[in-house]
């Protein structure tokens, strides 16, 4: 596998681009699952509750496409 295995929750259909560091996950995506933030298959615990963290950690690797909507505009 060529990239982080973590998927967004964007539709479920985007991974992460970054490079594989450990168990398939990028080292951003595997700190985060040390830190118990997402669990082994990539999914965001329920209890984080910190909404800015859980943007963080969804978003990141993710490249929008000129189509996406973010916020009050299109990229």
């Known amino acids: ?3 982080c295995r ?3 929750s964007l539709g479920g259909a985007l991974f992460c681009q970054d490079t594989p560091y450990m168990e398939g996950f990028c080292k951003f ?5 040390q830190n118990g933030e ?3 298959n990539g999914i965001l615990n329920e209890r984080l509750a910190d909404q800015d963290r859980r943007r963080e950690i969804n978003y ?3 490249h ?3 189509g996406d909507y973010i916020g ?3 990229r």
């Open 1 to 3: 596998m060529d990239r």
């Open 38 to 40: 997402i669990n082994e």
């Open 64 to 66: 929008p496409t000129a």
């Open 72 to 74: 009050d505009e299109r």
């Open 29 to 33: 995506h595997f700190q985060a699952m």
């Open 60 to 62: 990141h690797g993710i």
């Open 6 to 8: 973590f998927r967004t």
